[in-house]
């Protein structure tokens, strides 16, 4: 079973900072893509970033200069930096796993809220 397990979310006044983290259980976790997701209320789900098995990363292009995405492999753990954080930003951010066959996992999210 793989399980994603986030942590680093709450409430933050804009301009501040946050660090996001997911602790994930594969075996595998070093082939995984990795991402973050957001859903804002009324909103569908977005991609803020992911991070690909070789390091790519790919960035939304509001969170661009803002956001950054990485990985350590030994700890099987995937990080979110966000950082000049807005108002906008507020959401509940997910995590996300997939495998090379094809699979998807996610985490149960966790809200960030950024005050004006």
């Known amino acids: 079973q793989v399980q994603l397990v986030e942590s680093g979310g709450g409430l933050v006044q804009a301009g501040g900072s946050l660090r996001l983290s997911c602790a994930t259980s594969?075996?595998?976790?070093?082939?995984?893509?990795m991402g973050w997701y957001r859903q804002a209320p009324g909103k569908q789900r977005e991609l803020v970033a992911d991070i690909t098995s070789g390091g790519s990363t790919t960035y939304a292009d509001s969170v661009k200069g803002r956001f950054t995405i990485s990985r350590d492999n030994a700890k099987n753990t995937v990080y979110l930096q966000m950082n000049s954080l807005k108002p906008e930003d507020t959401a509940v951010y997910y995590c996300?796993?997939?495998?090379?066959?094809?699979?998807?996992?996610w985490g149960q999210g966790t809200q960030v809220t950024v005050s004006s």
């Open positions: 594969g075996r595998i976790f070093n082939i995984n893509t």
């Open positions: 996300n796993l997939l495998r090379p066959a094809g699979d998807n996992y």
